[in-house]
């Protein structure tokens, strides 16, 4: 009579290494990959920084739709149009001193 050996088979052995890879790799790519947790915290992070870049370009679109309103031919604000034409022209008044 042949006796056998407890010791598992070289199939039962190969089985568990491809088993055991496949849940590494897996595990690694739910952590690391381009879908992954740490890409998903990234994306999350990236999300924020333009939402708050759309809130200042959208005050910046209000803020400069508002001075063209004030400078249109409906309303005209003769403040902002002297400021505009000192900025842009280099205009001063006679009873002003300049200062560089």
Known sequence: MTSRS???SLGVW???TITLSLTAYF???AVQGDFGLFRRAEIAVEAEKL???VETLRAEVA???NMTL???DDFLDLDLLDQQARDVLGFI???EIVVN
């Open 14 to 16: 190969i089985f568990f």
């Open 70 to 72: 004030r400078l249109s």
């Open 6 to 8: 407890a010791r598992p």
């Open 27 to 29: 595990t690694f790519a």
């Open 93 to 95: 008044r006679a009873d």
């Open 63 to 65: 803020r400069m739709e």
């Open 51 to 53: 939402e708050q870049e």
